[in-house]
């Protein structure tokens, strides 16, 4: 009915290629327009004016010969102003945009290794976006943004990559563990070099109290039962001791200490042997 009426009509956001008896006319705007048909007037075709998308996958291989799918992601549209050349110039946008791609990549990423690739995404999008823009502005399509959305290398060379990530995380989990262990072992190290410095100090002090306390019992002895000596007061408390540690012992059902000889008399000689250690210890800080 718009053909018979010589009215036509263009949506928003897209534009009309009129031409005359085959030849280019005028653009023409969202709206209604006429078109006399009968006088040579026609309609060539409408372009789109918004915002396109075309994704891209280029394999290609890096400089350290590692091959990897690179998808780019390129955001375009015609520019109003050169909608005639948009619409005419090109026969295939997207086969057109997709070399210059193609182009780019190819030209950049083999010169960067891998590791390099990953971390300068940002530069590679650059190059293509300057490239596709000096390029397609000659065509009337104005490039609006480029994105390097993925590097896809070989699934052996990603599980390779993986393998060697867990690797290095695994050398330093084990480097703080054995750290840890390290500090265990010195921090328990110096625990018991204290208990056995606070042993010592007790045993010490409780050798020094025996030691007191003995002598206060021989010289209280001495004076209250006369005619004894020293040396019968320390042999009566050695056997005394002898009996009591003898009885501990007996007590134990469990008790695993045997003393041989285990005889009293054995008290005896070790009351001299105590004694003449103690002599010799004299005369050797006396000479």
């Given at each position: 009915?718009?053909?018979?009426?010589?009215?036509?009509?263009?949506?928003?956001?897209?534009?009309?290629?009129?031409?005359?008896?085959?030849?280019?006319?005028?653009?023409?705007?969202?709206?209604?327009?006429?078109?006399?048909?009968?006088?040579?007037?026609?309609?060539?075709?409408?372009?789109?004016?918004?915002?396109q998308?075309?994704?891209?996958?280029?394999?290609?291989?890096?400089?350290?010969?590692?091959?990897?799918n690179?998808?780019?992601?390129?955001?375009?549209?015609?520019?109003?102003?050169?909608?005639?050349?948009?619409?005419?110039?090109?026969?295939?946008?997207?086969?057109?945009?997709?070399?210059?791609?193609f182009?780019?990549?190819?030209?950049?990423?083999?010169?960067?290794?891998?590791?390099?690739?990953?971390?300068?995404?940002?530069?590679?999008?650059?190059?293509?976006?300057?490239?596709?823009?000096?390029?397609?502005?000659?065509?009337?399509?104005?490039?609006?943004?480029?994105?390097?959305?993925?590097?896809?290398?070989?699934?052996?060379?990603?599980?390779?990559?993986?393998?060697?990530?867990?690797?290095?995380?695994?050398?330093?989990?084990a480097?703080?563990?054995?750290?840890?262990?390290?500090?265990?072992?010195?921090?328990?190290?110096?625990?018991?070099?204290?208990?056995?410095?606070?042993?010592?100090?007790?045993?010490?002090?409780?050798?020094?109290?025996?030691?007191?306390?003995?002598?206060?019992?021989?010289?209280?002895?001495?004076?209250?039962?006369?005619?004894?000596?020293?040396?019968?007061?320390?042999?009566?408390?050695?056997?005394?001791?002898?009996?009591?540690?003898?009885?501990?012992?007996?007590?134990?059902?469990?008790?695993?200490a045997?003393?041989?000889?285990?005889?009293?008399?054995?008290?005896?000689?070790?009351?001299?042997?105590?004694?003449?250690?103690?002599?010799?210890?004299?005369?050797?800080?006396q000479?």
């Amino acid at each position: 009915m718009g053909n018979l009426l010589c009215c036509v009509q263009v949506d928003q956001s897209t534009v009309a290629i009129k031409e005359h008896f085959g030849k280019f006319a005028e653009v023409l705007e969202p709206g209604c327009h006429c078109l006399p048909w009968f006088l040579g007037s026609q309609l060539a075709g409408h372009l789109t004016l918004r915002l396109q998308q075309l994704d891209v996958r280029c394999e290609t291989k890096t400089k350290d010969n590692v091959f990897v799918n690179v998808v780019a992601s390129i955001q375009y549209r015609a520019i109003s102003d050169k909608a005639s050349d948009a619409f005419y110039k090109l026969s295939n946008t997207r086969s057109q945009i997709q070399a210059y791609v193609f182009d780019v990549i190819r030209a950049s990423v083999p010169k960067l290794y891998l590791d390099d690739a990953f971390e300068q995404k940002n530069d590679i999008a650059r190059a293509v976006e300057d490239e596709l823009e000096k390029a397609m502005s000659a065509y009337g399509y104005e490039i609006v943004q480029t994105l390097i959305v993925d590097i896809e290398p070989d699934e052996h060379v990603k599980r390779a990559m993986n393998e060697i990530n867990a690797a290095a995380r695994m050398r330093l989990a084990a480097n703080d563990k054995a750290e840890a262990e390290k500090i265990l072992q010195i921090k328990r190290a110096e625990g018991e070099a204290e208990a056995k410095y606070l042993a010592g100090l007790g045993i010490a002090r409780q050798r020094q109290a025996i030691v007191d306390g003995l002598r206060d019992s021989v010289l209280g002895f001495s004076v209250n039962v006369p005619g004894t000596t020293a040396k019968d007061v320390m042999d009566m408390v050695l056997v005394t001791q002898y009996f009591d540690t003898m009885k501990e012992i007996g007590a134990s059902s469990k008790s695993s200490a045997v003393f041989i000889p285990h005889g009293p008399g054995a008290v005896r000689d070790v009351a001299t042997q105590i004694r003449d250690g103690l002599l010799q210890a004299s005369q050797h800080n006396q000479s």
